[in-house]
C-alpha cells in the first residue's frame, strides 16, 4: 500500500529524515518507535502531505508524489491521498463550537459531498464503535481527554480511509484514560485496518504491531518483528533505547 523511497527532509539546516526506504503491505501494523526527535512524527506528516519532501518519494496506493512532481501534481496527489488516509494527532483538534456528532459529519459532508442522513448514520455506527454514541450531542469540554481523542479516531474513520496514520495519540493522556484509546486502536487492527503508528506504548506495540521500525537521527536503524526487537535488538542504539525505557518503567 505504501512505498517511500529516499525519502529527505530537512528544516533549514537540520535534516530531519535522511533517505528513508519504507514499504507498508495492506492490512499490516507498523508502528514506529525511538526518542524524540528521531523523524518518526515527520515521516507520518509527509505520508500525508502535511510536510512536503525534499528529495525522493512516496507512493500510497496508485498515487505518488515526492519532491521531484510538479506543483499541480502534487496538489492533485495530495487531494487524493489524503481522500483515503486518516490520521489522529497528539492533540485531538475538535472544533469546540460542534458537538460530537458535528465534529464527525463535518468532513464526510464537506469534502465527500454526503448527505447529512447519510452522514449521522455513519457517525452514530461510528460514535457507537468507539463507546461514546451516548456522548453524540455533547460538546468536547464536557468531554475527558480519552474521550476525546475517542471522538478524533470516529472523526478520522468517518473519511472511510484504507490507510489510519497515528501519531502518538496517548502521549497527552493521563494515565488513567491512555487503555481505552489503545482499545480502539486494537479493535481497528483486528479489523484489518492498515495502520503506522508513533508511539511510546511498549506495551501496545509488542501486543498489536506486525512489525516495529525503529528510528533514530532521522534514519531507519533497525526493523523487526515485535518479539525479536524487544528481546534481542541487533543494533546498539536500539538495546540503548529499551534499557533506558526499562529504566524509566
Known amino acids: 500500500m505504501i512505498n517511500v523511497r529516499e525519502l529527505k527532509k530537512q ?9 528513508i526506504e519504507l ?4 492490512g499490516e501494523i507498523v508502528v514506529l518507535v525511538g526518542p524524540s526527535g528521531s523523524g518518526k512524527s515527520t515521516l507520518l506528516r509527509c505520508l500525508n502531505g502535511l510536510e512536503s519532501p525534499d528529495g525522493g518519494s512516496i507512493t ?4 505518488n508524489w515526492g519532491a521531484a512532481s510538479s506543483k499541480k501534481e502534487k496538489k492533485q496527489a495530495l487531494v487524493e491521498v489524503r481522500s483515503h488516509t ?5 492533540h485531538f483538534n475538535l472544533f ?3 458537538t460530537v456528532l458535528e465534529n464527525v459529519i463535518e468532513a464526510p459532508r ?8 447519510e452522514a449521522v448514520r455513519l457517525a452514530e455506527e461510528l460514535l457507537k464503535k468507539v463507546g461514546l454514541l451516548d456522548k ?32 502518538e495519540p496517548t502521549s497527552a493522556l493521563d494515565p488513567e484514560l491512555v487503555g481505552e484509546v489503545l482499545k480502539v486502536m486494537k479493535s481497528l487492527a483486528e479489523e484489518g485496518m492498515t495502520m503506522i503508528v508513533v508511539t511510546h506504548e511498549m506495551k501496545f506495540a509488542r501486543e498489536v504491531a506486525d512489525r516495529v521500525i525503529f528510528m533514530s537521527d532521522g534514519v531507519i536503524v533497525e526493523e523487526s518483528d515485535p518479539e525479536s526487537f524487544f528481546t534481542s535488538p541487533k543494533t ?3 538495546q540503548r533505547f529499551l534499557r533506558q525505557l526499562a529504566q524509566e518503567e
Open 60 to 63: 500510497v496506493g496508485s498515487i
Open 236 to 238: 546498539e542504539r536500539a
Open 136 to 167: 453524540k450531542d455533547e460538546h468536547p469540554s464536557r468531554l475527558s481527554g480519552g474521550q476525546q481523542q475517542r471522538v478524533a479516531i470516529a472523526r478520522a474513520l468517518a473519511m472511510q480511509p484504507d490507510l489510519m496514520l497515528f501519531d
Open 23 to 26: 514499504s507498508v503491505s495492506e
Open 86 to 90: 486518516g490520521m489522529v494527532f497528539q
Open 110 to 117: 464537506t469534502v465527500k459531498g454526503m448527505s447529512r442522513d
Open 96 to 98: 469546540p463550537h460542534m
Open 11 to 19: 528544516f533549514g539546516s537540520q535534516v530531519v529524515l535522511k533517505n
